[in-house]
């Protein structure tokens, strides 16, 4: 049951850090926490499963010599 109590705090202590990081990084209205803990979620759990989310899309290099 000792072990049960220890693994709670542990979950507990990390839900409170990631609210805090989140909070500090994306700010203290309601509306910019909810966004901030969906994009770090999202973050984490590419971070976590190795699954990248939408590929960057590459900007076109220009030309060096101008078409006539």
Known sequence: MRLFSKLLWLLAFLAATFCWMVLFEHGFSVKSFGQGVREEWRA???????KAGAPAQETPTPNSSPRN
Do not use: H, N
């Open 44 to 50: 984490l759990v590419e971070r976590v499963t190795g």
